[in-house]
C-alpha cells in the first residue's frame, strides 16, 4: 500500500542553523502539506502546495520557513534559522485533490532545537 | 471558542465495549469531517472521512456528522486493545481554507483486556 515517507524521523540541531526536512508524498497525489504538533498539542496546518506553489499558509508559516519540490517526487520544509519552539514533530500529508478529500499523512520528523 | 473542540480525556474502557468519542465545532462552514487515529509519537492514520451530514459506517467504526448542532461522533464497536490510541477529529472545507485540516486536541482512549 502507497505511503507517505519522511526522513529523517529524528533531526537535532542547535538554535540559529538550518534544516531541511524531507518528505516523499504518495505518487499519484498533486496536493502536499507541512504539519507540526508540538508535544502535548494540537496537530497544527502550516501549509499546502499544489502546482509548484503555495496555496495557502498559517499565520505559523512566517518568513523563516520555505517549501520546495525539487523533483518529481520529494518535498521539502526548510526552516532557515530555527529557534527554540520550532521544536516538534513535522508532519507530511498529500492528497490527490485538494484538502477536501483525504489527507494522508507520513510519520513525521521530530524536531529538537538545542 | 476554540474552532474544534475536543475532550481529551483520558477515556478507559474494558475490551468489547462500545467506545464513542466526540468533538464539537464552531465555524458552520467545515464540510468534511475525519477521524484520525495517531499512535504514541507516530503519524496520524486516516480513519473515517465524511462529507456534510449523515452516518458513515467501516467496519467496527461509524461516524456520524450533524452540521445542524455542530457535533461529529465516532462510535467503535467491539473494541480491543489495539484500538488503544489516540483519535483526532479533524475538519476542513469552506471559503477560503478548503486545503487545512483543523485538528482537535485528540482523545486518549485505553481498552483493557
Known amino acids: 500500500e502507497p505511503e507517505v515517507t519522511q526522513t529523517p524521523s529524528h533531526q537535532v540541531t542547535q538554535m540559529g542553523q538550518e534544516v531541511i526536512l524531507r518528505c516523499v508524498p504518495i505518487?499519484?497525489?498533486?496536493?502536499f502539506y507541512w504539519y507540526r504538533q508540538i508535544l502535548g498539542q494540537k496537530v497544527e496546518f502550516l501549509v499546502s502546495?499544489?502546482?509548484?506553489?503555495?496555496?495557502?499558509k498559517s499565520e505559523i508559516f512566517d518568513d523563516q520557513f520555505s517549501v520546495e519540490r525539487p523533483d518529481g517526487s520529494n518535498f521539502t520544509l526548510k526552516i532557515r534559522s530555527t529557534k527554540l519552539e520550532d521544536s516538534a514533530m513535522y508532519f507530511c500529508?498529500?492528497?490527490?485533490?485538494?484538502?477536501?478529500?483525504?489527507?494522508?499523512f507520513g510519520p513525521g520528523t521530530r524536531l529538537t532545537v538545542l | 471558542q476554540k474552532e474544534v473542540e475536543q475532550d481529551p480525556g483520558p477515556l478507559s474502557v474494558p475490551e468489547g465495549a462500545i467506545v464513542s468519542l466526540n468533538c464539537t465545532y464552531s465555524?458552520?462552514?467545515?464540510?468534511?469531517f475525519m477521524w484520525y487515529r495517531q499512535y504514541s509519537r507516530k503519524g496520524p492514520e486516516l480513519l473515517m472521512y465524511?462529507?456534510?451530514?449523515g452516518n458513515k459506517e467501516d467496519g467496527r467504526f461509524t461516524a456520524q456528522v450533524d452540521k445542524s448542532s455542530k457535533y461529529i461522533s465516532l462510535f467503535i464497536r467491539d473494541s480491543q486493545p489495539s484500538d488503544s490510541a489516540t483519535y483526532l477529529c479533524?475538519?476542513?472545507?469552506?471559503?477560503?481554507?478548503?486545503?487545512?485540516?483543523?485538528f482537535g486536541k485528540g482523545t486518549l482512549l485505553t481498552v483493557n483486556p
Open positions: 465555524n458552520s462552514a467545515f464540510q468534511y
Open positions: 500529508a498529500s492528497s490527490v485533490d485538494s484538502g477536501s478529500t483525504e489527507q494522508f
Open positions: 465524511t462529507y456534510s451530514s
Open positions: 505518487s499519484n497525489h498533486l496536493y
Open positions: 502546495f499544489y502546482n509548484n506553489e503555495i496555496s495557502e
Open positions: 479533524a475538519m476542513s472545507g469552506g471559503g477560503g481554507s478548503n486545503y487545512k485540516l483543523t
